[in-house]
């Protein structure tokens, strides 16, 4: 199976099978029901899709399939809050036939159950960039590596780091074509925008989750995301794995020179207006910069974290996932929509309506700013947030926020043990 042109595969044909034999499958605690409907030939498909701020490219993609397959119906429920509904359509047996989810540890706990179809031995996976598709692996919350396998299609990718203002970079003397590949040049860099009168840093504090980007951004390169499995087991401690990462973020937040406790709205709105160097945010945070001010000269690179240049490693994402209800009635019809939408062409629609990376080995960076991080993508130099590994009944945000702006990181540091330590307590693999 290309992705310019699709074709049935051994995999989807005994899916089908399975369907036809077993309409209605339990799986995990649940009574497994496809929710599409059929009506005199034609097929409808129940399509989950998380991600608001993409749900007209969604509509698009999805009319222009129907247009294509005038025998599927697609209806697009579109989730304001995605981990709770899907859950919730777990339980009450109203599981859909194709979805889309954040690449999170929410979407690792699902896949882990067995309610998402295994795409590991499909074809389309030849096509896909390996450490985006092992950063899906990952995933799954499982210490068993033999039960780490891929439960849905990286759709589009994000990555963190920090996004520049060439402008700027230019006027203090900085080449904005060639970023910083250690922590001490960054950090030399960020003194020279201070001594040329240029804000070096804009944060956004106030809203704490925008605190996990840069934490997550050097923890790509300092820690092993083995290291979270061993965390899971009890043979390692946040103080172990996380004590440079913090450190180094506290150091970073004390280069800004001026507020860091404003909301992401109103940073990125500072920013835009050309107040900081640099801005310690991902991807995602462009075509908000972008819908402020369309003429600012933006670039986008990895946050540094050792002084070794080939050591560095980019935080990245599987920000959208596409997989399939394990159990769906309509598999046939459920994979010809997936195919539709993994081809390349709607790869790269998507990608350039929301500054998106694309999951292929042939990367398309939706935003020209991205560039600079090619050889990442390349070289499969790549990490998944660190954040992807923890719970989110676990304060994360709350906590660094409270690192950031007092810089006491032993105190973070014993309290996500604390409280890493209460979740093991009360799971079960």
Not at 151 to 156: E, K, R, T, V
Not at 375 to 397: K, M, Q
């Amino acid at each position: 199976m290309m992705c310019d042109s699709p074709t049935p595969s051994t995999r989807v044909k005994r899916l089908v099978a399975r369907a036809a034999a077993t309409l209605c499958a339990v799986a995990v605690g649940f009574s497994l029901a496809g929710c599409g409907s059929s009506t005199a030939g034609t097929v409808t498909l129940d399509f989950f899709q998380f991600k608001s701020e993409a749900a007209d490219q969604f509509k698009a993609m999805v009319e222009e399939f129907e247009s294509e397959n005038p025998t599927i119906k697609v209806t697009i429920n579109n989730s304001a809050n995605a981990q709770t509904d899907l859950r919730t359509r777990f339980v009450k047996n109203r599981i859909p036939d194709v979805i889309t989810f954040n690449g999170d540890i929410s979407f690792g706990m699902f896949a882990a159950s067995g309610v998402f179809y295994d795409f590991t031995d499909e074809d389309i996976v030849n096509e896909l960039n390996p450490g985006m598709v092992e950063i899906a692996k990952n995933l799954v919350q499982t210490t068993d590596p033999a039960k780490k396998r891929l439960y849905g299609l990286p759709f589009a990718g994000n990555a963190s780091g920090y996004i520049y203002n060439k402008e700027l970079w230019r006027q203090a003397g900085v080449d904005p074509e060639n970023p910083p590949t250690t922590w001490s040049e960054f950090t030399a860099m960020l003194e020279k925008f201070k001594a040329a009168g240029i804000n070096p840093l804009q944060g956004t504090v106030a809203d704490a989750w925008t605190t996990q980007a840069p934490l997550a951004s050097l923890a790509g390169t300092l820690v092993p995301e083995t290291e979270y499995t061993k965390l899971k087991t009890g043979e390692t401690t946040f103080k172990d794995i996380w004590s440079d990462t913090v450190k180094k973020e506290a150091e970073l937040f004390t280069y800004s020179t001026a507020d860091t406790g404003v909301t992401y709205q109103q940073g990125t709105q500072n920013f835009a207006k050309g107040e900081a160097a640099i801005i310690p945010l991902g991807t995602y945070a462009i075509p908000q910069i972008l819908l402020i001010n369309p003429d600012i000269e933006l670039g986008f690179a990895q946050m540094p974290a050792s002084d070794d240049p080939d050591e560095q490693i980019l935080t990245a994402g599987d920000d959208v996932m596409l997989t399939i209800g394990a159990d769906t009635k309509y598999p046939e019809e459920s994979m010809k929509l997936v195919e539709f939408l993994m081809q390349k062409e709607q790869l790269n629609a998507y990608a350039d309506a929301q500054s998106a990376i694309t999951p292929l080995k042939e990367t398309y960076f939706g935003n020209e700013a991205l560039e600079t991080v090619r050889s990442f993508f390349e070289e499969n130099r790549l990490a998944d947030f660190c954040d992807h590994y923890i719970p989110s009944s676990i304060n994360i945000g709350g906590y660094l926020q409270t690192m950031v702006t007092s810089g006491n990181t032993d105190r973070f540091l014993n309290q996500m043990q604390t409280e890493w330590d209460k979740v093991q307590a009360r799971t079960f693999e």
